[in-house]
């Protein structure tokens, strides 16, 4: 499976921005994904995941601000981030949990 992750950028405090991953392979459907991050000097932490029937799972520090959905008959996952703060500055990766592959990663820069 190929993951390829857009939609990263330099937003200021408060604003938002969505992630799209588009995942390669028929068998997106079925499978658990997931977006991680990992900032400057840190390690790699959960953002969220969702499974094939749509349940959801969401690091401490986005509860409240960030949903991750998934189109199926897209192959893709998304992450709407809202209310952006400067402590999300990452690279974001999307990840098939199942198959443990990770794509290349997008940068998110919230300047305050």
């Known amino acids: 499976v190929q993951l390829q992750a857009s939609g990263g950028g330099l937003v200021q405090a408060g604003w938002s921005l969505r992630l799209s991953c588009a995942a390669s392979g028929n068998i997106f459907s079925i499978t658990t994904m997931g977006w991680y991050r990992q900032a400057p000097g840190k390690y790699r932490e959960l953002v969220a995941t969702i499974t094939s029937d749509g349940r959801t799972k969401y690091g401490d520090s986005v509860k409240g601000r960030f949903t991750i959905s998934r189109d199926n008959e897209k192959n893709t996952v998304y992450v709407q981030m809202d209310s952006l703060k400067p402590e999300d500055t990452a690279v974001y990766y999307c990840?098939?949990?199942?198959?443990?592959?990770w794509g290349q990663g997008t940068l998110v820069t919230v300047s305050s």
């Open positions: 990840r098939d949990v199942d198959l443990g592959a």
